[in-house]
């Protein structure tokens, strides 16, 4: 168990419907970081926030977003869903940034039908 | 462009043999370089990292890394696999001087008994 909480486990959802991801990092960290990880695409980095502040940007498609709230955890927001969007959406942790261990979340598997 | 490379989809070594996972790297700034492991439905977890200091890295469960600047390489090793090694294994690059974050293709390794 890594310390990284994320809810919910699964979501099942239609085309065209919008889903919150919720991430609890582990006490004392202050980044966190989103992952995309899909067959056809591996594993890419979404975003990262650092206290509460947006500190690195990867694939991110416009339609997705997220935030870092004042206790640290974090939301990624997907809106207008597609059926490419269908994957397994990670969430880490880690102390500071850059040169630090990230810490995983079980993650979320997202179905879009 | 700015990536990472993992050349091997599948690595099948015997047990007791030694095992290499490869990466090789392009970034434009400096490194930071990290090995990551997945076991089926579960979240990645560190393996080991390099920051600075020593080329050769030693991690968890025997594992060891060398970074080879001049071949940008970070190739995966560990003188006697396991058959509880087998598992998809993820090279991992921050770009510091940009602040992005990369992630190769996984390797999947099976270890024979």
């Known amino acids: 168990d890594s310390g990284v909480t994320q809810t919910p486990k699964h979501l099942i959802t239609a085309t065209g419907q919008r889903v919150t991801l919720r991430c609890s990092p582990r006490s004392g960290d202050l980044s966190v970081y989103w992952y995309q990880q899909s067959l056809d695409q591996g594993l890419q980095f979404l975003i990262q926030y650092y206290n509460g502040e947006e500190r690195a940007k990867g694939n991110i498609l416009e339609r997705f977003s997220a935030q870092q709230f004042p206790d640290l955890h974090s939301e990624l927001n997907l809106s207008s869903l597609e059926l490419g969007d269908s994957a397994l959406y990670f969430c880490?942790?880690?102390?500071?940034?850059?040169?630090?261990?990230?810490?995983f979340g079980p993650g979320t598997r997202l179905t879009v039908l | 462009a700015q990536s990472v490379a993992q050349p091997e989809d599948q690595v099948n070594v015997a047990e007791g043999n030694p095992l290499t996972v490869k990466c090789t790297y392009s970034v434009s700034g400096n490194p930071y370089l990290f090995w990551y492991v997945q076991y089926p439905n579960r979240g990645l977890q560190f393996l080991l990292k390099?920051?600075?200091?020593?080329?050769l890295v030693k991690g968890s469960y025997g594992f060891e890394a060398e970074f080879n600047k001049s071949q940008t390489s970070f190739h995966l090793k560990k003188p006697s696999a396991l058959v509880s090694d087998s598992a998809l294994y993820f090279c991992a690059v921050r770009d510091i001087d940009f602040n992005k974050f990369y992630f190769g293709s996984g390797t999947k390794l099976n270890v024979k008994p």
């Open positions: 880490a942790s880690s102390v500071v940034q850059e040169g630090d261990t990230q810490y």
């Open positions: 390099y920051i600075t200091g020593d080329n």
